[in-house]
């Protein structure tokens, strides 16, 4: 016996259930069923089928496709704005964080989230 307990009503054959220690209820298992658990909330819905399974694959293989054009290409502008710093990583040592600041470029290190120039 399993312990779950109901937080909602059964929709489209799509079960939300959550661990409790109090309250048991037998969970049927029926064929081609899929549970997502998320902490103590776990879902359990119908096994998509075969044919949605592929034509899944193909959509987002195709927008993998259309984002990885985009995000090859060079050309991303940050522009820089008084009193925002803008930090970048040193090309020859990446241990070098470099921070541009109001104009003024420096090179540091982060400590513990906290910009500290090498002097």
């Given at each position: 016996?399993?312990?779950?307990?109901?937080l909602?009503?059964?929709?489209?054959?799509?079960?939300?259930?959550?661990?409790?220690?109090?309250?048991?209820?037998?969970?049927?298992r029926?064929?081609?069923?899929?549970?997502?658990?998320?902490?103590d909330?776990?879902?359990?819905?119908?096994?998509?089928?075969?044919?949605?399974?592929?034509?899944?694959?193909a959509?987002?293989?195709?927008?993998?496709a259309?984002?990885?054009?985009?995000l090859?290409?060079?050309?991303?502008?940050?522009?820089a704005?008084?009193?925002?710093?803008?930090?970048?990583?040193?090309?020859?040592?990446?241990?070098?964080?470099?921070?541009?600041?109001?104009?003024?470029?420096?090179?540091?290190?982060l400590?513990?989230?906290?910009?500290?120039a090498?002097?």
């Amino acid at each position: 016996m399993q312990l779950y307990s109901h937080l909602g009503k059964v929709k489209d054959n799509v079960r939300i259930e959550a661990i409790m220690t109090k309250t048991a209820v037998n969970v049927q298992r029926r064929a081609r069923v899929r549970r997502v658990k998320f902490g103590d909330v776990v879902i359990t819905a119908p096994a998509p089928q075969r044919a949605l399974i592929k034509a899944n694959i193909a959509q987002s293989t195709k927008a993998l496709a259309r984002a990885a054009k985009r995000l090859s290409k060079p050309g991303v502008v940050i522009r820089a704005k008084k009193g925002i710093p803008l930090f970048s990583l040193d090309s020859e040592d990446p241990d070098v964080v470099i921070r541009t600041l109001d104009g003024k470029t420096e090179r540091g290190q982060l400590v513990d989230g906290i910009f500290q120039a090498i002097a």
